[in-house]
């Protein structure tokens, strides 16, 4: 990648000027941002708050039989996949494509592939994930790199916006399971999966017909590659994609790649992605000397969201396994489907971002240091696995019901993690990336999670192996470690992440 021929194109604009304090005082085009992330959370939370319910979901009830730990390791090996492909996603928008049209074609493919599992068999369902997979690879990265871009640099409501933009998308991983989990219970799962098609179609359109407000919005990309170079890379991923295809039918129609090695793969993809990604920036002729000093400290952040990742991507998973057999769905007499539970995650986001973005405002240069904000969110996180040891310990079998109450008081201290660690982690990547890897390195971040889900694609597999008590207690404990050592870390991160505040 370094040593790729690249043509600086000037068509980093902005929004127009007078949008600049358009909506509560921040740009307009992070309304239209803010609308598309929305419905596609809605629709891929929707969509992962009920997946591992149909996963173990008997056959003679629409789903795939699969075992707990087996359903929640291909959730995870799927998650894995997601977020490799955002390191493709960032190159594309950088060097061909360009953020607005990789987020459009990633919408696009996202839709395709809801619809795909709205048809009631194997094969779409697996075809539709993959379409999903690769859409939200286009999509993530780049979304929220043109989030970064309508702020300068020093633009102290930077954070700010990035809270705002988050809570505006927990509105969807709210409402999402709501409608999947209503839908998946009284309905079918494959009706649940067209719900999520239509909310990603919406999104669409309002992305579309808000493009004017959106910086980087013009077709070319901005350090796209000289002609012979794009034509080259462009056969390459074709070919690739097509050798990859034919592969993956002959090894899967011979017996030898089954789901269970595929998830291998994908968690020494997930290993070997960031290592290698992070040796490219590092070497790269087009880092200049200051820049590759803010990845140094750009790495600790890394691997702090790796850890809180770990804990967060489990509330679709191993949480709601353990809400379907062994916790009341129901609060004060109102009976609700399991997958409900997820949207109390995003209700907590919801609730919590704009008081989150009112402190860091009124707090101004006193507000804590972005390393700070994500060792906090680290630590929260592993106090809600820690929490759930509490009312597991000393009670085993499916007889055992838990109040509703300690689900729900995990996932809000879950919901403020995230909130600090991922507003945080993603402004702070803005602000360090490397100028000629801007959406690659937001890329790189979803790296992080991708590595989370390949650990945990492994991890999960102890889950009904072990008891309840143990499982949560140990995670809970190694991410609260974690978190105080990136607090140990702060005097030297502060030095090395300015302009990071």
């Keep these: 990648m370094s040593g790729t021929t690249i043509e600086p194109r000037a068509n980093a604009e902005q929004p127009p000027s007078g949008d600049d304090h358009a909506f509560l005082g921040h740009p307009r085009g992070l309304l239209t941002l ?22 173990v979901a008997t056959v003679q009830d629409g789903g795939l039989g699969m075992a707990d730990g087996t359903a929640a390791s291909i959730a995870a090996a799927y998650g894995t996949l997601v977020y490799l492909l955002s390191v493709a996603g960032g190159w594309l ?92 219970e009284h ?76 998830a291998d793969v994908l968690t020494v993809l997930s290993v070997i992605a960031p290592v290698v990604y992070f040796v490219v920036m590092f070497r790269s002729l087009r880092v200049t000397a200051e820049e590759r000093g803010r990845l140094r400290p750009y790495l600790v952040l890394f691997l702090a969201s790796v ?75 592993g106090l809600s696995f820690l929490l759930m040891v509490l009312p597991t310990s000393g009670h085993s079998g499916a007889d055992y019901r838990m109040a509703a109450w300690w689900i729900v008081g995990s996932y809000l201290l879950l919901g403020l993690g995230d909130i600090l660690v991922e507003t945080s982690g993603l402004s702070a990547s803005t602000k360090l990336a490397p100028r000629a890897f801007a959406s690659q390195t937001l890329a790189l971040w979803f790296l992080s999670l991708a590595l989370a889900n390949g650990i945990q694609t492994q991890t999960v597999k102890l889950y009904g192996q072990v008891s309840h008590s143990a499982y949560f207690g140990v995670n809970g404990a190694i991410a609260v470690v974690a978190g105080l050592a990136v607090v140990a870390a702060a005097p030297w991160l502060r030095r090395t992440m300015y302009p990071v505040h």
């Design 34 to 55: 803010s609308g598309l992330e929305v419905w596609e959370r809605f629709s891929f939370l929707g969509m992962q708050a009920i997946l591992v319910l149909f996963f």
């Design 93 to 184: 928008a950088d060097r061909i494509l360009g953020s607005y049209r990789a987020v459009l074609w990633g919408g696009i493919l996202i839709a395709i592939g809801h619809y795909a599992m709205a048809v009631p068999t194997a094969g779409m369902t697996w075809a539709g994930l993959g379409l999903i997979s690769a859409g939200t690879g286009l999509l993530k990265p780049n979304v929220s790199a043109m989030v970064g871009k309508l702020y300068r640099t020093e633009d102290e409501r930077r954070d700010a916006g990035f809270a705002l933009y988050y809570m505006a998308i927990n509105i969807g991983a709210f409402l999402g399971p709501l409608v999947t989990g209503w839908l998946g």
């Design 187 to 262: 309905a079918s799962w494959h009706a649940a999966f067209s719900a999520a098609a239509v909310g990603m179609t919406l999104g669409l359109v309002q992305y579309v017909a808000g493009r004017r407000h959106l910086a980087g919005r013009k077709h070319a990309a901005e350090f796209a590659l000289a002609p012979e170079p794009m034509r080259r890379a462009v056969r390459l991923m074709i070919v690739g994609a097509l050798v990859v295809a034919v592969l993956a039918v002959a090894l899967s129609l011979a017996g030898r790649l089954t789901i269970g090695r595929f």
């Design 307 to 381: 850890f809180f990742n770990f804990i967060l991507f489990q509330a679709y998973s191993t949480m709601i396994l353990l809400a379907s057999t062994n916790a009341d769905t129901s609060i004060l007499g109102f009976t609700f489907p399991t997958g409900w539970y997820a949207s109390a995650l995003g209700a907590f986001e919801v609730a919590l971002a704009p008081v989150v973005a009112a402190v860091w405002i009124r707090m101004g240069h006193r507000q804590p240091h972005a390393s700070n904000k994500i060792a906090i969110g680290v630590i929260l996180g």
